[in-house]
């Protein structure tokens, strides 16, 4: 039995069939009208623009920052830090658990976003902040001795910042990599500048330096807060005058002191 015979292609159209399309002439035969029409472009870039300004909202004020060396250089003087308080190593500095956002991100109540308790959970976590525009009386630190209202001036802070959210300002980063700061906290009805109170309780002198102090805009303010506390005799101001040594020249005495020993051996 014979199979029907099938028409076929000639070779002419075979071999037009099997000859290389360039790709100019396939974009010439494409439709891209459309890809302009403005029900396709409007879409498409809304949704491009939407997610560029998502990410830079979460870089530049969601993303958590776990110590002070990770802080990038454009936020001083522009962006503030928003944390809780994980300890008070001194009078003037503690330690700060970044959370961005605070409660509305889900600090504190969402899983995931619980600031650690534990001692060795905060290890490389936190921020260390340094008090903006005042000096506490020191403490031992180095074999030093404690200077006098060192203890009242460390458990005030306690008291004041333990466990509690606070807002920072940032300015710089100084020479022990701390974040030096001017620290707000919510009591009660209304935000306190930490800074200012310290110097109001006479728990605190406005620091004194030759170059380094920062005070934001506050600087006219804090001095104003140290002349009411010795004025009223608070804190640190209640001794005698002639007895009286600000944490600026004790530091500067026991350099001295230790550029001696360190001469005599």
């Known amino acids: 039995m014979r199979w029907p015979s099938w028409p076929s292609k000639s070779s002419q159209e075979t071999d037009d069939d099997r000859r290389p399309v360039a790709w100019t002439e396939s974009l010439n035969t494409t439709d891209w009208t459309h890809y302009t029409e403005p029900r396709q472009v409007i879409p498409t870039l809304l949704l491009t623009g939407t997610t560029l300004l998502l ?28 944390g809780r308080v ?4 001194d009078g003037d500095n503690f330690r700060l658990f970044h959370t961005p956002g ?57 008291a004041y910042l333990m466990h509690r959210r606070v807002r920072a300002y940032i300015y710089k980063r100084d020479q022990y990599d701390r974040v030096v700061a001017t620290v707000y906290v919510r009591r009660g009805l209304f935000r306190r500048d930490v800074g200012l109170e310290m110097l109001k309780t006479g728990l605190a002198t406005v620091y004194e330096a030759k170059s380094g102090a920062e005070f934001g805009t506050l600087e006219d303010r804090y001095r104003r ?23 600026r020249a004790y530091k500067t005495r026991m350099g001295v002191m230790e550029e001696g020993k360190s001469d005599q051996r």
């Open 86 to 89: 994980t300890s008070v190593g």
């Open 102 to 158: 605070g409660r509305l991100s889900g600090w504190g109540w969402l899983p995931g976003r619980m600031v650690p308790e534990k001692r060795e959970d905060l290890k490389d976590r936190t921020i260390h902040v340094r008090l903006a525009g005042i000096d506490a009386p020191e403490g031992a630190h180095f074999g030093r001795p404690p200077q006098p209202y060192s203890t009242e001036a460390l458990n005030w802070l306690r």
């Open 225 to 247: 807060a140290e002349w009411w506390a010795k004025a009223r005799r608070k804190g640190m101001w209640a001794g005698k005058k002639a007895e009286f040594e600000s944490p």
């Open 55 to 82: 990410i830079h909202l979460y870089r530049s004020y969601l993303r958590r920052i776990p110590e002070a060396a990770n802080i990038q250089p454009a936020f001083f003087r522009r962006r503030s830090l928003f």
